[in-house]
Each structure stands twice: as C-alpha cells, then as structure tokens.
C-alpha cells in the first residue's frame, strides 16, 4: 500500500524555521558545550526556538495544545503526532545537538509519567514551567535488558525504600527530577519492575561515585553514576502505583521513541553535509572539473542515502499513529541509522582533509557524537535481534 506523507505548507515552514534556529542561533555555541562539557547557560536560545516542546514529547500533548505548545495547528497534523515528531526532528541537530534536551519534553522522563502515570503525577510533575529531567535505569548488569534491574524498592508503610546503583546516568547533577526504575520484586523478572520519582531533595542524598564520564561524544550531556543507600520517599512517587506496568512502560515508550532517535542521527549527518558543500563550493577554483562532479555525486548519494532512512522513521511513525504494530520498523530505523550515518561524516571529515581533524571545526565534534547515537535506547546490534525475534514470532510487540 502507498503511503503519502507530504507535509502541508505550515509544516515546511515550521521544518525551515526550526532549521534556521538550529544553524544560526545554536551552532554558535557548540563548541563552547562541547569544551565546557555542560549545556550552555543561554536561555535566549531556548526562548528563540520556534517549537515550546521537544519533538519526541509530541505525542504526549492533548490536541488543544498543538497550537500553543508545538506552534502549529492540528489540521497540519493530519498524519498524528510520531509522524510530525520525525519531520521536526530531522532539522532540529543541523546545527548541532545540544540545546534540544532543554525545550520541554526534552527527555523520556516525562514520558514514563504521561503515559502510566495517576492524573495527579501528570499534573505536579509535566505541567508548568520546563524544567530539566532524568532517567535513570542502567545498571552494570543491566543496559537494554529491563528485567535484569537490582536496584530495589522494599514498601515500608506510606514510604519506599531504594538501594541499588546506578551508572551513566545522564542530567542527574542539573535535573529537578528523575525517574528510576527499580524492583518491586526480584523474584518476578520484568513483572517486578517499577518507574519512581526522585526530587531534587533525594538526589542530593544519592552517593555520587562518578560526576561525569569522560565521553567520546555528547559531552554536554554529563553522565553520572550513583548508589542509593535506604533512600525514602513517599509511597505516591511509584508512578501510576504498584500495579502499573513497569518495564512494558518502558518499552512502550522506548518503541515510540527510537525512530525519532534514528531521525537525530540524520540531523547530524545533514547539517554536516550543509557546511562541508558550502566548504567545497567555497573552494571550487581548487579542484578539477571531474573531481568536482566526483565530489557533487557523493554529496547528492548521500542525501538519498538520509532521506531513505527518514522515509522509514516516518513509516514506523504512521504506523504508530494508526496504533498499528511499529514496532519492526523503529527498530530497522534505528539499528541501520548510526553506522550510515556516520559513514556520512566520516566522508565529509575526508572531504575537508586534515583541517577538518582540527577543533577549527566542528566536523570533529560531530563524528564523535554521531558515534554516541548508535548507543541511544539500544546499540544497533540489539535492534537486529530485537527486528529477528519479532518476525520469526509474527512482528509480535508494539
């Protein structure tokens, strides 16, 4: 069956805004997050992007607030909003990648809330002013794979208490809150497997072992990693209560996510693409007339190659929003988008030669965080067998 996904006008012009911002208004100060490892402290650029609200937290908004929110209109969503969240990612890192994470919903913990929280934890903790939020569900043990989580949460009267350790734990030293994953019940696996929220209050009792992982890539992005001794909190902060689901939340959201992730690959790529054809066409009188069609050929190959794999984000993005099985194509998405992508770049740092290996550019910093895209809610290595197992058991899995 055909499928026509052809945004409407508003929508290109949204795509181009949005561009424009990451290119001219962020890209400035790249350089500055990647030395100072730490998001930069300008909030005029936040304040000047044309979207209120992070791409992958679209599909978190009621439909009234599209118009406020995203700065669209619902009718220009017709597709749903996983499809309108591909199309306004895709330009949202050509700049570079380090001021999305502070636009509201700007990381999958608010995710966690909105979609199995009580009504009352979506109020206190995803309303009102933006603030930055964590994750935190990797163990040494435990990556990709949920159900192998130790860290525990024993219920002792109106309270829970947390031991367990935590590692590469992204924002967790500038959040306002996390949520972690623990266990209500080891013997159960996967089944036993809870979401929490810690305030700022309890984060300032973790003990923080490591304050920030010495990183090839996104080094804005600091990664911490902490152990819980009897750390307690109210029984209300198990989001949606005990009964709700804990690692089928996770993957859910995982699922809704990843073909947004593989889009942010394809950001990086792009916007690297942009400034090595505008470095080669400022130095045309340079080369030969073959070699330069040569060149022009690669560049024009490898925007096939990011537009392909957008068209498959966006296909699993359409299906999502017919609430149909996408669970196949995210993962193909994001397990095919890293090692692409990053053959991208690499050829762009090929193009510029050796000046491009120098920090008097950024292509540099853009092939060592295009390398930390592949590790981004799971290595292309577990898609591939996540995609094997879904189709020799029937595409099971949403």
């Known amino acids: 069956m055909a499928i026509s996904l052809k945004p409407s006008q508003k929508t290109v012009e949204l795509v181009e805004l ?131 989580i130790q860290t525990t949460a024993v219920r002792d009267g109106d309270e829970w208490v947390l031991n367990g350790k935590k590692v590469f734990i992204s924002n967790l030293l500038e959040c306002e809150w996390i949520v972690l994953l623990a266990t209500i019940d080891p013997e159960a696996g996967s089944a036993g497997v809870r979401a929490f929220i810690l305030d700022r209050d309890d984060i300032a009792k973790f003990d923080v072992t ?30 949606g209560g005990p009964e709700a689901p804990g690692v089928a939340a996770a993957l859910g959201v995982f699922s809704k996510n990843r073909a947004t992730c593989a889009v942010w690959g394809t950001s990086i790529a792009r916007g690297c693409l942009g400034f090595t054809e505008q470095w080669i066409d400022e130095r045309a009188e340079e080369y030969s007339p073959a070699r330069l069609t040569r060149i022009r050929a690669d560049f024009a190959e490898m925007h096939d190659t990011l537009d392909d794999v957008v068209r498959l984000a966006l296909k699993s993005a359409w299906l999502k929003d017919r609430g149909e099985n996408a669970a196949v194509t995210a993962c193909e998405a994001k397990a095919v988008t890293p090692k692409l992508a990053e053959s991208i770049v690499l050829r762009c740092l090929q193009l510029v030669g050796a000046e491009g290996a120098s920090e008097r550019h950024l292509l540099e910093k853009w092939y ?23 189709l020799l058991r029937g595409g099971a899995g949403r």
């Open 18 to 148: 949005t561009r424009r911002w990451s290119l001219d208004v962020v890209r400035p100060y790249a350089r500055e997050a990647d030395t100072n490892e730490i998001y930069p402290d300008v909030p005029e650029v936040i304040e000047a992007c044309p979207l209120d609200v992070a791409p992958v937290g679209f599909a978190t908004l009621r439909d009234d607030e599209y118009v406020d929110r995203a700065h669209t209109l619902k009718t220009d969503i017709e597709f749903g909003p996983n499809v309108l969240s591909v199309f306004m990612t895709e330009p949202l890192s050509q700049g570079d990648s380090w001021a999305w994470q502070m636009l509201h919903g700007g990381t999958v913990s608010e995710d966690f809330i909105n979609l199995i929280g009580t009504p009352e934890q979506v109020e206190k903790w995803c309303t009102g002013e933006h603030v930055l939020t964590a994750i935190a569900m990797t163990e040494d043990q435990s990556g990709t794979d949920l159900a192998g």
């Open 210 to 239: 490591t304050d920030k992982e010495d990183k090839i890539g996104f080094r804005f992005i600091r990664n911490a990693t902490f152990e819980l001794h009897d750390i307690r909190i109210p029984f209300d902060r198990c989001v």
């Open 368 to 390: 060592r965080d295009i390398k930390m895209t592949d590790a981004m809610l799971g290595p292309g290595q577990v898609q591939r067998r996540s995609v094997s197992q879904m």
